[in-house]
């Protein structure tokens, strides 16, 4: 640290202290802040530093030290010991995430950020949670935010957010490397380097390797022999990111990252197929203290390409994001940020065809501190999308590029208020609407596969998928536990449903072969409730339970995506921990209800799959050899040797031995 950014940081510390403060800057560390609050602190929501209890919308903070101790390797599977999200498995390496129900394959509800930037894939409207660029190992922490808040967080974060903060290359100082082996043929390796060079550069480094064998049973013959469904999951992963303080106001950074894994994904309409898939991104953002308030500006592009097991064509996607926000305060009371988006996403799915859209978003925030003990909030965004393709004009398929000529134009919305009434309580309501537009997949992807007699089609007149929800929440600090309870109640509207290449729309002779194209589906709704509970006690333990109620009313038309049906009624996970001397030991179960989907088991049939109630458990016992360097062993589903806790592939118990080593 210069000597002279001692004034300013002083000030904005101060600052930070003010209720109702939202102004955020570089120039201050969220492990500061969080000395500063005395527990995790976020800046994502409003812009300026708050525990999760200010936020105005439902958030949970997952620390670093949990991500250490879950025993877990991939950032769903934390997410599965430590809240009530619907996790669903289907492969060795290959998750959904769901929010308050709907958590059917390739999700496209949930927003995923790093660092802000996002990792949501456009073209097909998921999360490749494999292909993330970031280790376990340099994650700060995960934040979780419930409901839609596009207007707080970002593009289509129509179901919820998880918004992942790694350590700062100017503020953390931090090294390590694990290996990693175990049943299933399991082998990983990685390296993590975060750290200042010199009072004003600073750099961080990643890089993994992993490969192990695939989920062998539930894999159907047509995927085994068709689809190289079983191929071994393997991914390699490297990411940097270069930081400069130009200034005590100013901060500059790049950031680079390149993934490739391959394996039998499981998608959405229920089957396996084989891809290989690589991402690619460039990043470069500043942000300065221009005297009156914080300005942050970002442009990045993300490049993919995916081959299947069928198909010569690959898959290319290009996304270009350019996005600036001014985040300031008028008196002690108000915070106020507004902001810009451009974004270019182009997809090519077939030769000769393209078919993309530019998006140009605006925004506004305010953020009043009415008291020392009620806040509130109002964020609003606007979006306005221009459609386009070209090579669609084929005989054999519904529509050519004049139906490609299309516009949307769509708001969303968050309000939330938050009262303290004692030092140790607080109540949240919020209301909010997201708009998840459709993914490029929906509107423009086409192929035909004439050995199995059917062909797919994107609908370039799908409309979007508009979301309402409404929640109450209420947390308190009990020092009895040395924790905290939460309760939220939550009721939310979901309006166009897009059924993905799930429905058989056209037949011969209107076109040579059965063609598959999106549609909307319908209305749904649910309304259900979040419990969650953790705490101290003893010496060296503690504790934690989360529960979710999602009851879901649907008129949908039939799919083979049953939306309805996708999620449990009821989750709940509970974890136990001791940590003493050298060492520490984890335990995790987690219940999940009745759930049901349909297969497709070969060209033209599908069956459904009902997954009864379960309780699945993890475990973690490590020994810390030194002050450096720690041996673990880690076991997932160990109370079965194979359980079916989805429709796809079976879950076998696995274990893991792994070393981790600080320098």
Known sequence: ?????????????????????????????????????????????????????????????????????SGAHDIPAVLARYTSLDVQQYNAHDYTVGVRGYATAMSPRLLVLVNGRQVYLDHYGYVAWDSLPVQLAEI???????????????????????????????HDRQSTGTLRVGTGRYREASVTHVGPIGDNLGIRLSAGLRGEQAWRSGHTEFELAQLDSRRSPTRQQVAGEFAARLSDRVRVGIEASYN?????????????WRQDRR????????????????????????????????????????????????????????????????????MSAFPGSEVGYTNIAVGAMWNW??????????????????????????????DGDSAYRRRFRDASWNLGLVWHPTPIETWRIGASRGVSLPSLYDLGYRDSFPAFGYQDTGNPRLQPTVVHDFQIEYRRNIEAIAGRIAVTGFYQINRGFSSGLSVPVLEPPQVPYTTFMPLNLGTSRVYGVDLAAQGRFGTGFTWGFAYRLAATEAEFRPALIDFKRASPRHLATARLGWAGGR?????????????????????????????????????????????????????????QERQRQTIAAQAPRRFYLSLRSSF
């Open 260 to 272: 490739r894994a391959i394996a039998g994904d499981f998608f959405d309409y229920g089957q396996f």
């Open 140 to 170: 700060r922490q995960i934040e979780v935010i419930k409901g839609p808040n596009a207007a707080l967080f970002g593009f289509n974060a129509a179901g919820g957010v998880i918004n992942i903060i790694t350590l700062d290359p100017l």
């Open 279 to 346: 991402i690619w991104n460039l990043r470069g953002r500043v942000s300065a203290d221009i005297g009156f308030g914080l300005l942050a500006a970002s442009v990045y592009h993300t490049g993919y390409r995916e081959t299947f097991a069928v198909g010569a064509s690959p898959t290319d996607h290009d996304l270009t994001v350019a996005e600036i926000s001014h985040t300031f305060k008028l008196g002690a009371s108000h915070t106020l940020r507004h902001m810009l988006e451009v974004r270019r996403s182009v």
């Open 583 to 639: 060492w520490e030991l984890d335990g995790f179960l987690r219940y999940a209800g009745e759930a049901q989907g349909w297969r497709v088991v070969d060209e033209s049939n599908a069956v459904l799959v009902q997954v009864q109630d379960q309780v699945s458990a993890a475990l973690r016992v490590a020994y810390q050899v030194t002050p450096n360097l720690t041996v673990a062993l880690e076991g997932e589903n160990v109370l």
């Open 1 to 69: 640290m210069t000597n002279r950014a001692l004034p300013i940081r002083a000030f904005l510390i101060a600052l930070a202290l003010a209720p109702g403060s939202a102004r955020a800057t570089s120039d201050i560390g969220h492990a500061e802040l969080e000395a500063l609050f005395g527990e995790p602190v976020t800046t994502s929501a409003t812009g300026g530093p708050q525990r999760a209890s200010q936020v105005p919308a439902s958030m949970e903070i997952i620390t670093a030290e949990q991500i250490r101790r």
């Open 369 to 398: 501190a009415i008291s020392d003990t009620v806040e509130s909030t109002v964020a609003l965004r606007g979006d306005y999308l221009r459609l386009n393709g070209r090579g669609f004009d084929d005989p054999n398929f519904p």
